[in-house]
């Protein structure tokens, strides 16, 4: 119940906000522009690609790079998103009215988590909205945008999680953010190195994001791509909950 | 005697942070109906001591009850009997003056009858029902204050914690919040605030705590009536000061040869102690409040910790 509460609260203080909404419409309208730019160059190597025996259609060309553009797109949207959430809690002095009303820790990260999951999921739906559009004029491979969209639903989850967990180490949202950037990238260029296996073991490799977000985006599902992402999830909002926990020992 | 515990009770509880002890062991106990009045210089441990009280923080020795239970064992307890006025109000600026309260109100699981009922009365109460739709971002300091004791009163707690609950309050707000606030405690209440102003101590509370560098250095029921007078005389005349006052004083206690502590009958008052005393030709060279007024209890606890540091 308290869940539900803490859920309903965050989701409106969401959608009441101005800079949510315009970080969105600013999303929107760059992949909108890219879209319309991916779908003229389909359209023009439609001559070219129809010589190809296995030639990549609509959705490798137009849909996919569009989710992968948001993905990176979303590496900085969410630590934006993220570092209000318990850092501004706490700077504005509203956290301790959720501690005085012995709300457990875990409700109150859950359902600021929650709440923000769902905001950016609607923003994920309204992406893949666009190549959807275009369905009636083209063939889409469903399986492929639904394995791409399961991936960025995932990546999106999973930085929102580390977000969170960097907000509630904190008082200053920004320093937040930053510091949500960082562990983000670092996690994102462990590909580089996964790359690389001379460079870095494998462990490096299969820690990073991208490896395991590039088959889901190939249009492949695989236990391991999954588990990594729940993983993250689990650890940086448990980290987040034993921070938040410990809020009233340290003050 | 009641059996009953009281509503809010620190047991040896102390604070320590940075290395650095911001709250002394400190012991405390507030029954149904009082209302303490927390005072003391800045930085004297008020706030820390009321957000430990709320729940807020937890002790870092130490335990806080509440109608008997271990606070930290059972912290959703907070969440039924304890209302909580932070220092500033801090409040959702996102949201308007009703939704507030109903996000306040649903946090503490109240629903339906059991929020609109209380919320439109508190809206009413403390003069808000025209702010109703105003986000809260748009508010004054006094009308900030004021949504946040609605939000501290809205499931009608058994323990109010109120952190400077008067500032930016003008006089009629002021009046009515004292009127709010004495009909909680009438109503079983146990009542603690923080605050600067003596007068509101005077005029609300019913003890008095005096906390300074992080100790608590009084804890006394505070004397409205000011019914206990100490007598300074000529020498050797404090045994003759006992017969001529025996039929005007409820109890004389004699200090020294030249002090006595007089308890007065209730119909009698400074000026007819005066007056017998001259008139039983006893050379009468001063007269003062037996307990000294709660502005200079302060003073020399501020003073006396000043020679302290010093």
């Known amino acids: ?251 | 005697m009641s059996s009953l515990p009281p509503r809010l009770a620190l047991h040896a509880v102390s604070r320590r942070r940075a290395g650095r002890m911001v709250l002394k062991p400190t012991t405390l106990h507030l029954a149904a109906g009082e209302v303490l009045g927390l005072l003391g210089v800045n930085g004297a441990g008020k706030t820390t001591t009321l957000m430990l009280m709320a729940g807020v923080l937890a002790p870092s020795n130490g335990r806080v009850e509440l109608n008997g239970a271990d606070l930290s064992e059972v912290p959703q307890c907070a969440r039924r009997h304890i209302g909580y006025l932070p220092e500033h109000a801090p409040l959702w600026p996102e949201l308007t003056v009703r939704e507030q309260l109903d996000a306040h109100g649903a946090l503490r699981g109240l629903r339906g009858a059991a929020l609109s009922a209380p919320r439109d009365t508190l809206l009413l109460r403390l003069d808000l029902a025209p702010l109703a739709r105003r986000l809260c971002a748009q508010l004054s300091l006094g009308q900030r204050q004021r949504v946040g004791l609605a939000c501290a009163l809205l499931h009608q707690p058994d323990v109010l914690i109120l952190d400077e609950p008067g500032t930016g309050l003008d006089p009629v707000q002021t009046e009515n919040l004292r009127t709010l606030l004495r009909e909680r405690a009438a109503a079983g209440a146990a009542i603690v605030l923080s605050t600067h102003l003596l007068a509101e101590v005077t005029a609300l509370c019913t003890r008095v705590a005096i906390l300074h560098q992080g100790e608590l250095r009084h804890d006394a029921p505070l004397h409205t009536g000011a019914a206990a007078w100490r007598v300074t005389l000529g020498v050797n005349q404090a045994e003759p000061a006992r017969a001529a006052l025996s039929a005007l004083a409820a109890a004389i206690e004699i200090e020294d040869a030249q002090h006595v502590r007089v308890q007065l009958h209730r119909d009698a008052d400074a000026t007819l102690l005066a007056r017998t005393l001259v008139g039983a030709n006893l050379a009468l060279l001063g007269l003062e409040p037996a307990t000294p007024p709660l502005a200079r209890v302060f003073m020399d606890i501020a003073a006396s910790g000043s020679e302290r540091a010093a």
Not at chain 1, 211 to 232: E, K, M, N, S
């Open chain 1, 1 to 251: 119940m308290s869940l539900l509460a803490v859920l309903r609260l965050e989701l409106r203080r969401l959608l009441l906000r101005p800079w949510p909404w315009l970080l969105a419409a600013a999303v929107l309208a760059w992949l909108g522009w890219n879209e319309l730019l991916a779908v003229g160059a389909f359209l023009k190597a439609q001559d070219r690609l129809a010589l190809l025996p296995a030639a990549p259609g609509f959705t490798d060309i137009v849909a996919v790079p569009l989710l992968a553009q948001f993905a990176e797109i979303a590496l900085l949207l969410v630590p934006l998103l993220s570092m209000q959430s318990l850092a501004g809690e706490r700077r504005a002095g509203t956290l301790a009215l959720l501690l005085a009303q012995g709300l457990p820790a875990r409700s109150i990260v859950l359902g600021k988590y929650l709440a923000q999951l769902l905001w950016l999921w609607a923003l994920l739906a309204l992406v893949v909205l666009l190549p959807l559009l275009l369905a009636p004029a083209t063939h889409l491979d469903w399986g492929k945008l639904a394995a791409a969209t399961l991936g960025i639903a995932l990546l999106l989850a999973g930085l929102l999680a580390v977000g969170v967990a960097c907000s509630s180490y904190t008082r200053q949202p920004p320093l937040a953010a930053a510091l949500a950037l960082a562990l983000t990238l670092a996690l994102w260029a462990g590909v580089a190195q996964g790359r690389a296996p001379q460079l870095a073991g494998p462990v490096l490799g299969w820690i990073s994001l991208p490896t395991h977000l590039q088959p889901l985006l190939r249009g492949w599902v695989g236990t391991d791509d999954l588990a990594y992402f729940g993983i993250l999830i689990a650890l940086a909002l448990s980290i987040a909950t034993h921070r938040l926990g410990r809020e009233r020992e340290l003050g």
